[in-house]
């Protein structure tokens, strides 16, 4: 045999045994990050919803599209929903959605709303589900933009028209109705006007779903102002051919300005059609044709019709009375004689947008506003609540430094809200109990005084207060105390954004700077203010326009354009500030104001510095994110500089083109490690920006408007679905350079012994159990169990955990009678290939229990001290020590340390009385079945006596029977471990009480069974 051919016959041996011993492969990006997960902490108050539709044949099942927070479904009239689309959708932002006639189990959504505010989030084209929303599959048209309505033909759910409105920031070839014959594998587009003209509604003719009408409208945005209607541009067009031909309708319609249009129809008469419109004063309002759109009569020019008609355009009809209109702006108003005279509607929050009735009882609505979505079941009569929709939209987080500590922003549409990241305490109300608001108003920010979280710093719009928990005022210091509504932003003294920025110094208390085109300060809360910069902005003269043409004018301030948009000064360095304005300059003092450098990076001009984020751990390096997707650009802007701004690094490397970035934070315990947040997600970098990767973990995809880190936790603020935690990040910091190990436990951080708990998996807010975080790697899942053992400072083992496979516990549960809260069995430990996390509830070993779902559970809370993990894992033994501190507000109420060694000292007494008590119980039940079946008159006369001995170690089945002796044991355990106290004399007498008690009940069975030889 030759050489080569021996070789590669070895090598064919070689690789048959290779395969019976397969090589084990390094975890996955996703299995080394697996671990971490964030959870949402509310506010469960709904943000923005601009469409609703429900099913008429299950009145209780409805669908609500949120502005960032994707599509929800309810099957109980509201009084639960669920979000669908997390999972699938590549945006939050829901546009429409329509359910099939024939088939409730079809639904089309078209992404992106159509209500442009400036913090208007894109769509990425269309979705359809066959299962009710269970699953989806995307269908294209994902570069059109917002989509204004989907509608679905009423007997052939293949066949589907889409309003494409366009993209909001930029004109766009992909605007127009577009239409599918094959349930959307392929799209025509059926009518097209311009690059600056979309489709906002389209209706089917009810009696004949051959005639369809549209309505197109000319828009986009800039940062500095809206562009609503056009000059004979858009307006209503029909089709008699099912979108193959098309004219426009004029007679009876303003012939000039024309703006947003809405289209109502109503199946009671199939020839009528109403249209709002947009136009010039006296020719704006409601429109009603009765020939089908071929000719138009000017019903009502009310101004609430089109009072803001960029952001709500909205007709709805009555499905069963062709007179009975209704109008979704601000307020909702509603017509009973065909649009001649309205009243007003009384949904549960204002600025309003949609409205869907079920054809087969029109006393069932389900509505919607910058507030969520509410159903009706008495025709507006009452509604249900929107505080179950974890849909808020977020400006920024800022935290306080109490503890728990509090989470604060501005909720678009509501006002500021506080909300705890843990329960501070028990409200009859739960988690709505707990939210706040902290004077200023929906814009926020809400930023906490440092050492005095009873102090907020709050903005409305531009106006600053001082909020007082304390008093529940807000003392109002406005800088230049002028309404800035309705300016020319060129004539104002100061152009304050609506988020106009504030940030409270790290060093020194009540230093407070607000941003207009200046820096202001104060040094004294707010009472008086000095301007401490020149105007930091580009300040470019064509941008400053009074908002809002060619028709309404909209001047809120929301496009003051050259303005300051963030501030934040070195935690390094006294008066070592950077400022960002929102049309691209970026500036930094080194001496608190005296002299300025313009250090804006190279870069495209006119983009929002959303973020100047210094470095925690050097005074020179600092960071900036600026979004330009307002002005049409995609990309991410993320920059770095090491010398004060002289040079500056672009840093987007692995962050996808088409995701602007919003934020970005260098974490202050760990140099290096940075998280962006993008219009879509979340990034993170261990290289100081050379490189990143996705981080989303177990987040929808929305956009992360803000982040912070807080004693080790991630903290993010969204724009549709509130506020996330990723709690304990500390072994994310080094992750990455154990992953090549066999297994790595991490040092735990320090705990606090709070007395919350985890208050069930999907939950909103998610509150999690009061525990010390165990993290630990393992390159590859251990063919052996895992043991974990906690220790004290002496060695003792305190409790200990495996992960072999243990009897399922339950979720815990609440007596009735008594309120105490009975855990679940013990947890078994994670054994998982990549990152595993352990939370150990601060408790030692609970009693013994012959029901092995909740054997040693429910133990004592240890004391306060230093305790010790020891993780063993295939014959290695891994240690690491952490700390366990007392609840600060407990110590503020004076209790201490030898209260709490002594309230743990009697409690473990208690504990061991308890699993004798529970051995006893057991002995007995045992001793007692035995001699069930013997009927000899001494085993009935020993049987008797067992179950004398048994009524008083037993409760008696039944309802509010006697405790006996281990339940009256477990009573005064749980009595010991309610509160962080000294236990009162009674508890101790009842324990001498209970022992002697179960002394007698001992000796009077050994007298009776050898009780060692039961054992």
């Not at 409270?504 to 230093?511: C, K, L, M, N, Y």
């Amino acid at each position: 045999m030759k050489k080569s051919a021996l070789l590669n016959a070895f090598g064919a041996v070689l690789l048959a045994i290779l395969a019976n011993f397969p090589l084990h492969a390094q975890p996955s990006e996703k299995q080394i990050y697996q671990a971490f997960q964030f959870r949402n902490v509310g506010p469960t108050r709904g943000g923005r919803v601009t469409t609703v539709t429900g099913v008429p044949s299950e009145p209780g099942t409805f669908y609500m599209g949120a502005t960032g927070g994707g599509v929800w479904k309810t099957t109980d009239y509201g009084i639960n929903w669920k979000n669908i689309s997390d999972g699938y959708f590549a945006t939050g932002s829901i546009g429409a959605i329509r359910v099939a006639a024939t088939d409730p189990n079809i639904i089309y959504v078209g992404t992106g709303t159509d209500g442009i505010r400036s913090n208007v989030i894109t769509g990425k084209g269309v979705y359809k589900s066959t299962d009710a929303g269970k699953t989806w599959i995307h269908l294209g048209l994902e570069k059109v933009g917002q989509i204004g309505a989907v509608e679905i033909h009423p007997t052939d759910p293949k066949t589907v028209f889409v309003a494409a409105m366009g993209q909001a920031f930029q004109n766009n070839e992909e605007r127009g109705v577009y239409k599918t014959t094959d349930g959307g594998t392929t799209w025509d587009k059926v009518l097209y006007d311009s690059d600056s003209v979309g489709a906002v509604d389209l209706e089917f003719a009810p009696n004949n779903p051959n005639i369809v009408y549209a309505a197109m409208y000319r828009f986009k945005r800039t940062p500095w102002t809206i562009i609503s209607g056009g000059y004979q541009e858009g307006g209503i067009y029909k089709s008699k051919d099912g979108g193959k031909t098309w004219e426009k309708k004029t007679k009876g319609l303003p012939k000039g300005l024309i703006g947003k249009i809405d289209l109502g129809v109503s199946a009671a008469d199939p020839l009528r059609l109403y249209a709002i419109v947009e136009a010039p004063v006296k020719e704006q309002g409601l429109y009603r044709s009765d020939d089908q759109g071929e000719s138009f009569v000017h019903v009502s020019d009310n101004e609430d019709l089109v009072n803001r008609p960029f952001y709500y355009t909205n007709v709805d009809v009555n499905p069963l009375n062709a007179s009975d209109v209704f109008s979704q702006a601000n307020p909702g108003i509603r017509s009973r004689d065909g649009g001649k005279t309205w009243t007003r509607l009384n949904p549960p929050h204002g600025d309003n947008h949609d409205l869907w009735i079920n054809p087969n009882d029109s006393m069932i609505w389900i509505q919607s506003n910058d507030g969520g979505a509410n159903v009706t079941l008495n025709g507006g009569i009452s509604w249900s609540t929107q505080n179950n929709q974890p849909t808020a939209e977020l400006y920024q987080v800022e935290v306080d430094d109490q503890y728990p500590y509090w989470l604060y922003a501005g909720q678009q549409d509501n006002s500021t809200i506080a909300v705890p990241s843990a329960p501070p305490y028990d409200h009859p109300s739960g988690a709505v109990g707990y939210w706040m608001a902290v004077g200023g108003c929906e814009t926020g920010p809400a930023v906490p005084k440092p050492g005095d979280p009873n102090i907020i710093y709050s903005n409305c719009k531009g106006r600053f207060g001082v909020y007082d928990k304390r008093t529940g005022q807000e003392k109002q210091y406005y800088v230049g105390a002028s309404n800035i509504y309705g300016h020319n932003p060129k004539d104002l003294k100061f152009r304050f954004q609506r988020v106009a920025p504030v940030h409270a110094s790290f060093h020194t208390p009540g230093v407070v700077y607000h941003g207009s085109q200046y820096l202001h300060k104060t040094v004294d809360d707010g009472k008086t203010w000095e301007i401490i910069s020149p105007d930091l902005t580009a300040f470019e003269t064509d941008k400053q326009v009074i908002s809002g043409s060619p028709i309404t004018r909209d001047v809120t301030g929301e496009e003051y354009y050259s303005t300051i948009y963030d501030i934040n000064e070195s935690r390094m360095k006294e008066g070592l500030i950077w400022v960002g304005a929102n049309d691209g300059p970026v500036h930094v003092t080194k001496d608190g104001g005296k002299t300025w450098a313009n250090v804006t990076p190279k870069m495209p001009k006119g983009g929002r510095v959303d973020c100047v984020e210094p470095s925690p751990h050097q005074e020179g390096k600092a960071y900036v994110a600026v979004l330009r997707y307002q002005l049409g650009d995609w990309k991410p802007y993320l920059f770095k500089t090491t010398d004060y701004g002289a040079n500056w690094t672009a840093i987007t490397n692995g962050i996808p083109d088409d995701q602007p970035t919003r934020t970005i934070r260098e974490d202050p315990e760990k140099e290096g490690v940075l998280y962006a947040g993008t219009e879509f997600g979340l990034y993170i970098s261990f290289d100081d920006g050379a490189n990143w990767e996705s981080f989303q973990q177990n987040l929808p995809v929305t956009p992360i408007t803000d982040i912070k880190v807080f004693r080790n936790d991630l903290i993010l603020s969204t724009m549709g679905r509130g506020f996330y935690i990723m709690d304990n990040i500390s072994a994310l910091h080094s992750i990455k350079t154990v992953s090549s190990k066999g297994a790595h436990l991490f040092k735990p951080e320090t705990a606090h012994r709070f007395r919350y708990r985890y208050n069930g998996e999907g939950k909103y807010p998610e509150y999690p159990d009061a525990a010390v975080t165990i993290d630990y790697y393992l390159k590859d899942k251990s063919e052996s169990d895992i043991i974990l053992e906690i220790t004290d400072r002496d060695g003792n083992i305190i409790s200990s955990f495996t992960s072999a496979t243990r009897p399922k516990g339950d979720k815990g549960s609440t007596d009735m009678a008594t309120g105490f809260f009975t855990k679940g069995g013990k947890p078994g430990l994670p054994n998982k290939a990549g990152s595993n996390r352990f939370n150990w509830d601060l408790t030692h070993m609970g009693a013994w229990s012959a029901d092995a779902r909740r054997a040693f559970s429910n133990g004592p809370m240890v004391s306060p001290g230093t305790y010790t993990a020891k993780f063993t894992i295939g014959g290695n033994t891994f240690s690491e020590s952490f700390d366990v501190l007392i609840d600060p507000k407990a110590a503020d109420a004076g209790v201490t340390q030898e209260e709490l060694l002594a309230q743990e000292k009697l409690a473990l007494q208690v504990r061991d009385l308890l699993s004798e008590a529970s051995h006893l119980e057991d002995d007995i039940k045992q001793a007692v079945k035995a001699l069930e079946g013997n009927k000899s008159g001494n085993a009935r006369k020993k049987l008797m006596a067992l179950q004398a001995l048994q009524d008083q170690v037993t409760t008696p089945e039944g309802i509010y029977m006697q405790p006996m002796l281990v339940d009256q044991i477990r009573y005064l355990s749980f009595m010991l471990n309610r509160a962080d106290q000294m236990p009162g004399k009674d508890a101790y007498d009842r324990y001498e009480e209970l022992s002697d008690l179960l002394s007698k009940i001992k000796a009077d069975y050994s007298g009776m069974v050898d009780i060692n030889s039961k054992r």
